[in-house]
Structures are given as structure tokens and as C-alpha cells.
């Protein structure tokens, strides 16, 4: 069985730091063309894609907001951490982690997904 | 403003069908497979498509999905009152070397 599962400050002040960690279980980040990506929801609105971490270590970012964004995985831990810094109230979100799989350098499909977690920036 | 494009609405009658129409270009729907999503209320979103036609296991086949250039079509026939939901389409932009989605379609079933 696959689950994910974020887990992260749920109200943060602005410019400060966010790092949210998606421990998995039922697969494992050393496996080829497995990936892990991060994905927000404004209350209210659509998905807005984050970035991505594969089995290979390969690291992609949104362009939007790619100078904000990392991402590592602790492969022994199962878990992906994202770090987002200088945050603001219009990234008040639920994040969402995602298990992807690659078809060669490309994401074919996110297939898992977890339950969320709200993020509140708020002085 | 999202890379896809999704009617922000749909409905139709119980057990009547729907076609929801996801717009892209050659950097994305034209050359990547296309996956579907659907999210119902207050819940995270579920894998319902993926390879642009297939379902995973557990999605009725009233759900399916075809591309044709660079658009996408999820429909949904036999509609039931359960079925109401954000759908939104996602897919790899190779321009952009990144993950894209549609900015969702919400669906009533009237």
C-alpha cells in the first residue's frame, strides 16, 4: 500500500522560511523512473505545480517561483523535504506531495497522492 | 494564468454525459501524455486518467480519456451526483521542463 503524508508548521510569519517534509511508505525513491513532487492549492483555487524530485536525483522547479524552492530527499528515511523561503500571505496554501512516474526525462503521471497540509502566512 | 486550459464549468443531467476539453500547445499536450485528476470537495486530488486513455485500477470505465494535437477530452458518462468535482488536467511542458495543470473544471451534476 502507498501513502504519503505531509507534515510542516501550519501558520508561518511572513519572510520567513517554510520546510515541509512528505514521508512515504509502499515504494522507494531508489526505484527508476519514481519521483516525488510538491504541489499547492490557494484556498479557493487550482493546482499550481512546485517541483519535483526523482530517483535519480534529478531536481525541477517551478520557473515561477524556482529561486524560492529547494528540494532533497533522504532516501533511507523515505522522506522528500521542501524548503520555501521569503514566504507571504499569498502563499497561504495546502501542500500537497505527490508520488510521479517518468517516462524517460519527463513526469508521465502523479498516481499518489497525500491528504495535504494547510499553510497559513500571517503576521 | 495556467499553461492548460479547462472551462471553469460543466454540468449535465444525472445519467447524461459530459466532455470536458483541456487546451495546451506542441511544448506540452502535443508531445506528452495527458493525465486527468479529479479532486471532490475537500479532499486531495485522485489520479482518474493517465497515459491519456487509461484508467487506474478502480476508476469505472465511465470515465475516459482521449488527446488529438494539443488538446485532451476527459468524459464521463452514466453522470451520478457523486461525480461532482474539480477535474484538471496536468502534463509535462518540455519548453518549460516542468509539470503543468489545467487551472480546473468544476463539474455539476445538475
Known amino acids: 500500500q502507498i501513502t504519503l503524508k505531509e507534515s510542516g508548521p501550519t501558520l508561518v510569519k511572513p519572510t520567513q522560511t517554510l520546510t515541509l517534509t512528505c514521508a512515504f511508505s509502499?515504494?522507494?525513491?531508489?526505484?527508476?523512473?519514481?519521483?516525488v513532487g510538491w504541489i499547492r492549492q490557494p484556498p479557493g483555487k487550482a493546482l499550481e505545480w512546485l517541483a519535483l524530485?526523482?530517483?535519480?536525483?534529478?531536481?525541477r522547479y517551478s520557473p515561477s517561483l524556482n529561486n524560492r524552492l529547494t528540494i532533497t530527499k533522504d532516501t533511507s528515511k523515505n522522506q522528500v523535504i521542501l524548503t520555501m523561503t521569503n514566504m507571504d500571505p499569498v502563499d497561504t496554501a495546502t501542500y500537497y506531495c505527490?508520488?510521479?512516474?517518468?517516462?524517460?526525462?519527463?513526469?508521465?503521471?502523479?498516481?499518489?497522492w497525500g491528504q495535504g497540509t494547510l499553510v497559513t502566512v500571517s503576521s | 494564468q495556467s499553461v492548460l486550459t479547462l472551462p471553469p464549468s460543466v454540468s449535465a443531467a444525472p445519467g447524461q454525459k459530459v466532455t470536458i476539453s483541456c487546451s495546451g500547445s506542441s511544448s506540452n499536450i502535443g508531445n506528452n501524455y495527458v493525465s486527468w485528476y479529479q479532486q471532490l470537495p475537500g479532499t486531495s486530488p485522485k489520479l482518474l486518467i493517465y497515459?491519456?486513455?487509461k484508467r487506474p485500477p478502480g476508476i469505472p470505465d465511465r470515465f475516459s480519456g482521449s488527446r488529438s494535437g494539443t488538446s485532451a477530452t476527459l468524459g464521463i458518462t452514466g453522470l451520478q451526483t457523486g461525480d461532482e468535482a474539480d477535474f484538471y488536467c496536468?502534463?509535462?511542458?518540455?519548453?518549460?521542463?516542468?509539470?503543468?495543470f489545467g487551472g480546473g473544471t468544476r463539474l455539476t451534476v445538475l
Open positions: 496536468g502534463t509535462w511542458d518540455s519548453s518549460l521542463s516542468t509539470w503543468v
Open positions: 524530485i526523482s530517483w535519480n536525483d534529478d531536481k
Open positions: 505527490a508520488r510521479t512516474i517518468a517516462l524517460g526525462s519527463t513526469t508521465r503521471e502523479l498516481d499518489y
Open positions: 509502499g515504494f522507494s525513491l531508489s526505484t527508476p523512473r519514481v519521483g
Open positions: 497515459e491519456d486513455n
